[in-house]
Structures are given as structure tokens and as C-alpha cells.
């Protein structure tokens, strides 16, 4: 190899002529057919055949001479048929060297033109053979299809990053959104929406940053606003719903299995006859808007001591396990609530219907019967449970049971059984947390409405304790009969900040902070949160799957199904685990989105707030009125502590980013 030799080198994936102006060491200077100087290592280069140029020609007919030559070489390339010597040659399965292929291609002749024309012919089409400088290898037909389609594909990734970025570029830059979506623009949008949710997680990744990077978008989260202007999404779309893949609607076979169950006869029996309870007073109380009905109250006198029915939907008798119902409402494990949309574990004509007491229906139920001493003591004298038939005669509303509860002995009774019960538990060490409720709801206009409410209402705290004392007489029952169910327990708080209810409203914060998380098992043990040896939740089975596991338990301790073993109940409680998750983490970000966009109108305005913890960059504060938590920055010279109340304003708040800062006013 010496000066004037005209070599061949591979640059930026193009075989490339040039000429040796100079060669030192293991180095070479060339002058390409670009009219570019370079300096490359020697074993880079391969020449074909010894043709040299005179150097002293000058550089511009250099240039001129390795361009013509460069195109002659590529003339004759073009007349190779590569996939033809493909087929005659792979059979074979041998290496074949260079100047035996420049002979199969070029049998009459053959110099270092046609040499260099066969490595420029098969390096341009590297379908059928492997190459390397000392020879050809073909590959087999199975090879051939594969790299068929790795091509195929490469191709289609191509035209998707091509077309997709000049489309997201001219929707983000203004223009007109179309009225339908093509078949291709349907396929971008599935491409984008999977990385946009999904990001590094997403099966499409690599397209979406390809078509991000150039459509010149710097964040994915822009998508938003493209897929809001396609009207994809939009303006306030619930990703949660769509990261968590949450179902809302219910798939066909399960809608046309619960038309199928509530077009059956109404038996009220299951083998066994059931106690007729509908001779009595029996009321709901829920929340306005409620129409999911799973439990009922009643009262009876009986002399010397009263006997309180709290009283949960059969929803077991019709749900069976197994069903696509069944298997539904497993895959959903609960109803989820939220200010904008209700997604129901079951199908809407079971939740609403079917399964929910309305008044004036008669529907099978599970009847938890105590009977208790008349108040004050209200104490537990004995308690039952039984199957039951009832019909709910009033439903009443939380408002309107408290504003009934001076008129109605039977609410003001069954408030202080309640609150009796609420003592007991209290002084078995429960703990407490009385916070206010922020309810917000969407009017039929679409506005965001927000209202504070007390948890501890009269009525309120009436259907939570009755509930909490049926759960509890379940348990104790399931217990005694051996039967494994949802047992919940809780470990003794890592610090208590006050006891009783007479924490302040920094404390029952702070409180909730150090209780311990509760445990599910199959097994009874001690729930120090609510200060009882043994419970389970079975009083919401229409919203809620562990409920609805829970009251099969107990209609086998009742003799009418067979009871699952604790290995079931096991495998049960970790199948349910990440969807219970999914809910609650969907409902307190739903419900903190439209918090946060009622916010958004009210920038500028003073709030009050209580100090909860120094921060390194400022106070983390709660705002009273809402309930939520935000970050003070370090005024100078002030020196705050924690339940030290301040004034603050409104800054900056953001739904859609979930922001919120303020600064003390």
C-alpha cells in the first residue's frame, strides 16, 4: 500500500473512494471522493485490483477521477442479483471468497472494478449473505425470513416516526384537529397514548421518544394537550384510570349474567327457612345520592332491654362464586367514588337494584340481632345471627336522620347504643381519629362544588359504630365456630398523642400518621385501632369483594354454603391486594384533582393553616378549610412551631400537575 493507491473505506455506513496522499506508521491519508481529507487507520482500508492515480494531477481532477470511478463500480453493482446467487448458492451453507463471487458475478471478466462492485452490491443488500472481507457466507432460508421482517419492521417504525411527528408537530403548532381519525392516525395514537402512560414501561418506548425527539417535544407530557386537541382525552381525563387499566364498563357476559339472575323466580329460601323480619320498622341511612343500599337498621322493645338489627343485603345468595360475576367483581375488588364518576364492583342492575334495599322490596338478608341493656350501660346482653327476609319501610339521609333524632325515640335509642359502644371501644384502647370530611361533587353543570362535613354527626356516628358492632359480632361468631375469614387486625400505634376523642385537630392529624397499618389473615387477632378482639368487615358486600368473601363465611356458619378453607382465603387476600391498592390510590388522587381545580379559582385568597413539621426548606402546613397538606416556604425572621396557626395565600395551584404553593400572608 503505498502513495496514490486508490482504496475503499466505509464512512457513515457508505463505501467511500479515495486515494493515499500519504502513508506513516499504521496510518493512512487519504483524499475521498468528497473532496475531504482524512486520516484512518490502514486496516480500515481495502483496495481492489492495485489501480493508482498521479498524484501530482492536482485535487480537483483527483476528485474527479475517484467520483468516476466510484460510479462506474456502482454501475456495475447495480447489475448483481443478489437474491438470485442466493438461491443457487445457500444450499451450500460455505464460505465463499471474494475473488470466487467476483467469478459467479462476473464470469466472462473480472478486475478490481468488478471486485469492489461485488463487496459495494452485497453490503448495500445484506439480506441473503454474511460478509466479511475474507469471503461470503449465505444465510439459510429460516434467516432470510427473519431478516425479511426485521426489515419489514424497520420500515414500518420508519414511516411511523416519520408520519406521527409531522402530525403531533401540526396539531401542537395550532392546526384544526380532524373530524375522524384515520386507520394510520388511529395507530399513532395508540403508540403515543401506551408511551404517554406508560413511559418507560410502555411496549412502544422506543417509537414514542423517536417520535417525540422529532416532532421536537421536549416532555412527554405534552401529549396531553395533543390528545385533549384530538379529543382522545378530555380537558380533566382520569389517567388513573387508564395507567391502573380500571375497568368501567362491564364486559357483555357479565350484563347479560345479571339479566339472567334478576329475571329468575325470587325464592327466600336456601334450603333452609329464613327469618321473616319484615313486620319490622327497618330504616337505611346513607349519604345523599346514595343508591347502592347494602344495610339497614332496626330496633325493637323489649321490655327490659332493646334489640338492634343491623341488617346487609343477601348479595352472596345471587353472586356466586365462580360466576363472570363473580370473577368481575374479583378483578374490580370494589366499588370506587369518586366526585366526577362511580365505578361499581357490580353490574348497575345488582348494585342499584337487584341486591339493594329499597323500601317497599323485600329482599333476602343477613340479620345481625343483639340484644342490649337499656341506656345508659346499652351493654350487650346476647346477640344472634340469622338468615332473614326483611323490607326496608324509610330511607333516610344523613341530614334527615339527624334532623329525626329529637322526634324518633327509635334513632335517639339506637344513637346511644352507639355511643355506648363507641365508650367501650374507647376504653379498650381504640384509637380516635375525628377529622373533618371534605365532600366534592360535580353539579349538572359540571361546576366543582366542595362542602365540609362532621364525621361525628349524630347520625353519622350512629351507622358507623352499628356497623363496627355487626363486623365485630360477626367476627366473634366466625371465631367461635372455627371458620376462617377476612380477619383484620391492627398493632398498638407507634405513638399515642392523646386519648379518647379530645385530640385537637393537629393531633388527630399527627395521629393518623403513627398508627400502624392494619393486617389481613385468616385468623382472629386483636384490632388495637378500634379497640376489639377480633374483626371483619361483611356489612358492604355490593361495594366491596372482602365484604362480599366475609358474608359467604358466614352464610356457611349459617349452614347454607360450603365455607372456603384458609388457604383460600389466603390466596384471595393476595389476589386482592394491588387492585384494593389501585382503588384507594384512584379515589384520593380523583378526589384531590377536582380539590385542586376548585382551588384553581380562588388564587390570591387567604387561607387559615396549622403548622404540622419544620421542614429543611420550609413548614408543612395543613389548610384547614380543605383538608390538605402544603409547603410554606421559610419566611425571614419568623420562627414557627408545630399546631401554631397561620395566614396564608394562595400562590400557584395546578390540577392537572398536581400543584399547590402558598406563601404567608
Known amino acids: 500500500m503505498k502513495s496514490g493507491t486508490v482504496v475503499e473505506f466505509i464512512d457513515r455506513e457508505k463505501i467511500t473512494c479515495a486515494v493515499i496522499q500519504e502513508v506513516k506508521q499504521r496510518r493512512v491519508r487519504l483524499l475521498t471522493q468528497n473532496n475531504r481529507e482524512v486520516k484512518i487507520s490502514a486496516a480500515r482500508v481495502a483496495e481492489y485490483g492495485g489501480l493508482c492515480l498521479d498524484l501530482t494531477m492536482g485535487r480537483d481532477r483527483l476528485v474527479e477521477a475517484l467520483r468516476e470511478i466510484s460510479r462506474k463500480r456502482d454501475e456495475l453493482a447495480a447489475g448483481i442479483d443478489i437474491r438470485e446467487l ?87 403548532d395550532g392546526a384544526p384537529a380532524p373530524a375522524g381519525l384515520s386507520e394510520e392516525q388511529a395507530e399513532f395514537v395508540d403508540i403515543l397514548k401506551s408511551y404517554f402512560l406508560f413511559e418507560t414501561q410502555s ?112 348479595v352472596a345468595r345471587y353472586v356466586r362464586p365462580g360466576s363472570a360475576i363473580d370473577r368481575e367483581a374479583l378483578r374490580r375488588a370494589s366499588s370506587i367514588y369518586m366526585p366526577d364518576l362511580k365505578i361499581p364492583m357490580l353490574p348497575p342492575v345488582l348494585a ?40 326496608v319501610r324509610r330511607q333516610l339521609t344523613y341530614f334527615e336522620a339527624n334532623q329525626l333524632m329529637a322526634d324518633e325515640p327509635a334513632l335517639a335509642v339506637l344513637a346511644e347504643v352507639a355511643a355506648a359502644f363507641q365508650r367501650r371501644r374507647l376504653d379498650e384502647g381504640a384509637v380516635q381519629i375525628n377529622l373533618p370530611e371534605i365532600n366534592v361533587w360535580l353539579d349538572d353543570q359540571g361546576r366543582v362544588n366542595v362542602s365540609r362535613g362532621n364525621r361525628e354527626s349524630p347520625a353519622r356516628m350512629l351507622v358507623s359504630e352499628l356497623m363496627i358492632m355487626a363486623n365485630w359480632l360477626m367476627a366473634r361468631a366466625l371465631t367461635d365456630h372455627g371458620i376462617p375469614a377476612v380477619f383484620r387486625s391492627q398493632p398498638v400505634p407507634r405513638e399515642r398523642l392523646y386519648h379518647g376523642t379530645e385530640g385537637t385537630l393537629f393531633q388527630n392529624w399527627m395521629q393518623r400518621r403513627l398508627v400502624s397499618r392494619f393486617v389481613l389473615g385468616h385468623a382472629a387477632e386483636s384490632h388495637s385501632g378500634l379497640g376489639l378482639d377480633a374483626y371483619v368487615t361483611a356489612t358492604s358486600p355490593i361495594r366491596k369483594y372482602f365484604d362480599l368473601l366475609t358474608q359467604r363465611q358466614v352464610r356457611a356458619m349459617l349452614g347454607l354454603e360450603t365455607p372456603s378453607g384458609a388457604d383460600e382465603i389466603d390466596r384471595l387476600i393476595q389476589l386482592l391486594e394491588e387492585p384494593m391498592a389501585n382503588v384507594g390510590r384512584v379515589q384520593f388522587r380523583r378526589n384531590r384533582y377536582w380539590l385542586l381545580k376548585y382551588l384553581e379559582t380562588m388564587v390570591g385568597q387567604r387561607l387559615e393553616g396549622v403548622v404540622l413539621y419544620k421542614k429543611r426548606n420550609g413548614y408543612q402546613i395543613l389548610l384547614v378549610d380543605y383538608m390538605l397538606e402544603a409547603t410554606l416556604p421559610i419566611p425571614g425572621g419568623f420562627e414557627l412551631k408545630p399546631e401554631d396557626l397561620v395566614q396564608v395565600t394562595l400562590q400557584q395551584v395546578s390540577a392537572r400537575r398536581d400543584t399547590l404553593s402558598v406563601f404567608l400572608s
Request: glycine content about 6%; proline content about 5%; aromatic content about 8%.
Open 352 to 391: 342499584e337494584g337487584h341486591c339493594s334495599l329499597m323500601a317497599g322490596r323485600r329482599r333476602p338478608a343477613i340479620s345481625i340481632l343483639a340484644q342490649v341493656a337499656k341506656p345508659p350501660s346499652a351493654h350487650i346482653l346476647d346477640y344472634e345471627i340469622v338468615p332473614s327476609i326483611i323490607e
Open 86 to 172: 442466493w438461491e443457487v448458492l445457500n444450499s451450500e451453507q460455505e464460505w465463499i471468497d471474494l475473488e470466487t463471487m467476483t467469478a459467479f458475478c462476473f464470469p466472462e471478466n473480472g478486475n478490481g472494478d468488478h471486485a469492489s462492485a461485488v463487496m459495494r452490491a452485497f453490503f448495500r443488500n445484506r439480506r441473503y449473505f454474511k460478509f466479511s472481507p475474507e469471503g461470503f457466507f449465505p444465510y439459510t432460508p429460516e434467516e432470510v425470513e427473519r431478516k425479511m421482517a426485521q426489515e419489514r419492521e424497520t420500515a414500518r417504525r420508519r414511516r411511523i416516526v416519520e408520519g406521527a411527528s409531522r402530525w403531533v408537530k401540526t396539531v401542537l
Open 203 to 314: 411496549p412502544h418506548r422506543d417509537l414514542g421518544r423517536a417520535i417525540l425527539k422529532k416532532a421536537g417535544v421536549k416532555s412527554v407530557d405534552s401529549l396531553f394537550d395533543f390528545f385533549v386537541k384530538l379529543g382522545v382525552f378530555s380537558e380533566d381525563e382520569n389517567i388513573d384510570l387508564h395507567r391502573l387499566e380500571i375497568p368501567v364498563d362491564f364486559p357483555p357476559a357479565v350484563l347479560r349474567e345479571a339479566e339472567a339472575l334478576i329475571e329468575r323466580p325470587a325464592e327466600e329460601s336456601d334450603g333452609k327457612q329464613r327469618r321473616d323480619l319484615t313486620g319490622l320498622e327497618v330504616v337505611t341511612i346513607d349519604g345523599q345520592g346514595t343508591q347502592d343500599f347494602d344495610d339497614a337498621l332496626s330496633l325493637e322493645d323489649l321490655g327490659d332491654r332493646y334489640r338492634v338489627g343491623v341488617h346487609i343485603v343477601d
